[in-house]
């Protein structure tokens, strides 16, 4: 399985980015998907994930200003965008149909999308 992300940018504070996420060789619906983000000299962090039916969850820091929703791809739509949001974002696929913040609840990864946010 290939993850590729996209729709990373430079976008100034306040502003909305759309990332998404597609799925190549031998994917399955049936597996939970999880947005994550790096910011240089930081941990990889949880951004939120969705489960194969839909359900949603977030990281405080983000909750309310950005939602993951699917169809055959996987999207981020970041709102209300913060100098802080500034990182490489990472899609993953998880080896379950319900996946949490864990890494290790994810097997397989994209190579990730720069967004950078201006004050």
């Known amino acids: 399985v290939q993850l590729q992300a996209s729709g990373g940018g430079l976008v100034q504070a306040g502003g909305s980015l759309r990332l998404t996420c597609v799925a190549s060789?031998?994917?399955?619906?049936?597996?939970?998907m999880g947005w994550f983000r790096q910011a240089p000299g930081k941990e990889r962090d949880f951004v939120g994930s969705i489960s194969w039916r839909g359900s949603t969850h977030y990281a405080d820091s983000v909750k309310g200003r950005f939602t993951i929703s699917r169809d055959n791809a996987v999207y981020l739509q970041m709102n209300s965008l913060k100098p802080e949001d500034t990182a490489v974002y990472y899609c993953?696929?998880?080896?379950?149909?319900?996946?949490?913040?864990?890494?290790?609840?994810?097997?397989?990864w994209g190579q990730g999308t720069q967004v950078t946010v201006s004050s």
């Open positions: 993953a696929s998880a080896y379950r149909p319900y996946a949490g913040w864990e890494l290790s609840d994810y097997r397989y």
């Open positions: 060789g031998r994917t399955s619906s049936n597996n939970a």
